[in-house]
C-alpha cells in the first residue's frame, strides 16, 4: 500500500491518502510515518483517504493487529480525532471494525468516525476544536 501524507488542510490538520493492497504491515507502516514526523501531535484532525485502497486481503485478526499498533503508539496519538473515508461498503464495514476495537480498548484516546465521502468527513472535523500549537511556537 502506498501512501502520502499532506500537512494542512481547510478543515483537516493532516491528511493521508492512500492506495494499494492494504496489509497490517502497511498500516504499521503509515503509522510510524505520521507519528515520526515533528510535525504530528495530540489533538489533531487526521483525515484517513482509503477510498483507493484494496481492503480485500484485511481480516479481522489484521485489523486487530492494526489497532493492538495503535494502542502500543497510543502516547504518540494522544487525543487525536480521525476521520476514516472509505470507498465501497464492505470496507466501510472493515474500518467500523476497526473503529469497534478502538474503542473497547480503554487505552486509546482516539476519537474514529467513518464516513463514504471527504466532505462529510470536513463537516465533522469543522466542529472539533482546532489543536494546541507546537509547545515551540
Not at 474500518?95 to 478502538?102: G, S, T, V
Amino acid at each position: 500500500m502506498e501512501h502520502e501524507i499532506t500537512w494542512g488542510g481547510d478543515y483537516e490538520d493532516v491528511r493521508v491518502t492512500a492506495s494499494g493492497s492494504c496489509t497490517a504491515k502497511a498500516m504499521s507502516d503509515c503509522q510510524q510515518t505520521l507519528t515520526a514526523d515533528p510535525r504530528f501531535r495530540s489533538g489533531m484532525r487526521v483525515l484517513i483517504d482509503h477510498r483507493l485502497v484494496d481492503w480485500s486481503r484485511m481480516t479481522p485478526e489484521d485489523v486487530r493487529k492494526v489497532v493492538e499498533m495503535l494502542v502500543r503508539n497510543a502516547a504518540k496519538f494522544g487525543a487525536t480525532y480521525c476521520a476514516m473515508v472509505m470507498g465501497k461498503p464492505v470496507d466501510f464495514g472493515i474500518a467500523r471494525m476497526q473503529q469497534h476495537y478502538a474503542e473497547a480498548d480503554s487505552g486509546l484516546q482516539i476519537e474514529f468516525r467513518v464516513f463514504s465521502n471527504v466532505e462529510d468527513a470536513r463537516r465533522w472535523f469543522a466542529t472539533l476544536p482546532a489543536p494546541a500549537p507546537p509547545a515551540d511556537s
